[in-house]
Each structure stands twice: as structure tokens, then as C-alpha cells.
């Protein structure tokens, strides 16, 4: 049974930072490229970012270019976002996923979801 468990929101200032985990619980985590998404209240779940199985290809969405940074660990089953210059727009929950897919825009295209974690950026 595949678990993903993202931790590390919470409440930070405009500008502020955060760093997001994913821990896997997954027999082949290495097989899988990883993504974050986020979902704001009344909108659509938006794609922020993904890695390849190694972690030497990441890919940003414009929005997130220059502030955020996808990193992952093979070894500890983990993948991570580390957000700076917070703005209150990037206030969602925010979830990772596993993809065999070469097309990491999709959602519909991700196998298994994490829960998520809130991420409030206050003004």
C-alpha cells in the first residue's frame, strides 16, 4: 500500500519561508518522478512542480520560478519543496504525488496523493 504523508505548513509572513516534506511509504520510490500541486479555496488544483526519478530534472511552474526549489532524497523516500519570498496568492493546501508519466502538468496523470498540508501566507 502506497502512503504519502506531507508535513511542514503552516502560517508564515509575506515573505517569509517554508519547507514542505513528503515521505513515501512505497516499495520503489526511485521509480516514480514526484510533482506538488496546491489547492486555494474555490480554485482548481494547480501543478507548482516536479522532479525525475534521479532529482536531476526539476520543473517549475512560472509562478513558483526563482522562489521555490524541488529537491528529493532516493534514500529517505522523500521529496521536498523549500518555499521562499512567500506570497499570500501562494496560500493553499498543498499535496505531492507519484507519477510514471512523462507529462507532469497533468493531475489526472498522478497515481497517489498525499493528504496535503496548509500553507497560509498572511499579508
Known amino acids: 500500500q502506497v502512503q504519502l504523508a506531507e508535513s511542514g505548513g503552516g502560517l508564515v509572513q509575506a515573505g517569509g519561508s517554508l519547507r514542505l516534506s513528503c515521505a513515501a511509504s512505497?516499495?520503489?520510490?526511485?521509480?516514480?518522478?514526484m510533482g506538488w500541486f496546491r489547492q486555494a479555496p474555490g480554485k482548481e488544483r494547480e501543478f507548482v512542480a516536479a522532479i525525475s526519478r534521479s532529482g536531476g530534472r526539476p520543473y517549475y511552474a512560472d509562478f513558483v520560478k526563482g522562489r521555490f526549489t524541488i529537491s528529493r532524497d532516493n534514500v529517505k523516500n522523500t521529496v521536498y519543496l523549500q518555499m521562499n519570498s512567500l506570497k499570500p496568492e501562494d496560500t493553499a493546501v498543498y499535496y505531492c504525488?507519484?507519477?510514471?508519466?512523462?507529462?507532469?502538468?497533468?493531475?489526472?496523470?498522478?497515481?497517489?496523493w498525499g493528504q496535503g498540508t496548509q500553507v497560509t501566507v498572511s499579508s
Open positions: 512505497i516499495g520503489t520510490f526511485s521509480g516514480y518522478a
Open positions: 504525488a507519484t507519477t510514471y508519466s512523462s507529462d507532469w502538468l497533468r493531475s489526472d496523470d498522478y497515481d497517489y
